[in-house]
């Protein structure tokens, strides 16, 4: 059972719900910041006389900064679903409480600073149960 206070719980999901907007935002821009409106970002919008390989790296950098912001937002999604039908402030994997301190500081965070450290420490692989 969480032990997030009703006040802190509501705190934490304005925060991810702004963090949400501002994701969401900031992938509209992404991928519509080309010249015409058809065509993403992603597709490289370089000068025809451009260095071909300049423009592969630019391009790869453009999809890493997608890839994260993706990435990052599918996690606040999750935080909010969790907070919406219940075990948001659960560890996924123990089950323990996650410490208000960490949830103010990392609201999507989804394992207690123990399991998280021990996920770190095996490179992101699976973890046993416990």
């Given at each position: 059972m969480s032990t997030v206070s009703a006040n802190v719980m509501q705190v934490l999901s304005n925060r991810l719900q702004q963090r949400?907007?501002?994701?969401?935002?900031?992938?509209?821009?992404?991928?519509?910041?080309?010249?015409?409106?058809?065509?993403?970002?992603?597709?490289?919008n370089y000068a025809i006389d451009a260095d071909l390989a300049e423009a592969s790296q630019l391009s790869d950098t453009d999809i890493a900064l997608l890839n994260h912001e993706l990435l990052e937002l599918?996690?606040?999604?999750?935080?909010?679903?969790?907070?919406?039908?219940?075990?948001?402030?659960?560890?996924?994997?123990?089950?323990?409480a996650i410490l208000e301190a960490r949830l103010l500081a990392q609201?999507?965070?989804?394992?207690?600073?123990?399991?998280?450290?021990?996920?770190?420490?095996?490179?992101?692989?699976?973890?046993p149960p416990r």
């Open positions: 949400r907007e501002q994701l969401s935002a900031q992938l509209r821009q992404r991928l519509h910041q080309a010249d015409e409106q058809q065509e993403m970002a992603l597709f490289n599918r996690s606040v999604d999750n935080a909010l679903g969790r907070l919406h039908h219940g075990g948001y402030g659960q560890c996924s994997h123990c089950g323990e609201p999507e965070a989804e394992m207690c600073r123990d399991c998280q450290t021990e996920l770190e420490l095996r490179g992101g692989s699976k973890m």
